[in-house]
């Protein structure tokens, strides 16, 4: 997914890796050079749709303007990074 507005520089990043854990969601996140953040995530799917949720509108300090979700073929990751 991509998620744009004010979303860096705001904790997006640490705050959707710990929301992905407390749901056994595993992938990645990572700042775009556009200003936006790219999350991947693999887990089951309500859990999934939770962190999609909690991605919609994110941390306190954040301003998300648009979330773009598009399916993806897993890719067997074992944890959560931040890139």
Do not use: K, Y
């Not at 990645?28 to 089951?44: F, I, Q, S, T």
């Not at 598009?70 to 074992?78: D, H, K, M, N, W």
Request: glycine letters at 12%; charged letters at 25%.
């Amino acid at each position: 997914m991509v998620v744009r507005g004010h979303v860096q520089g705001v904790f997006f990043r640490d705050s959707t890796r710990a929301e992905a854990e407390r749901r056994g969601v595993v992938g990645w996140v990572a700042n775009r050079p556009d200003g936006g953040v790219e999350v991947h995530l693999e887990g089951p799917a309500p859990a999934v749709a939770q962190v999609i949720d909690f991605c919609r509108s994110g941390p306190a300090s954040a301003r998300v303007d648009g979330v773009q979700v598009t399916e993806v073929a897993p890719r067997g990751f074992s944890e959560f990074q931040v890139r």
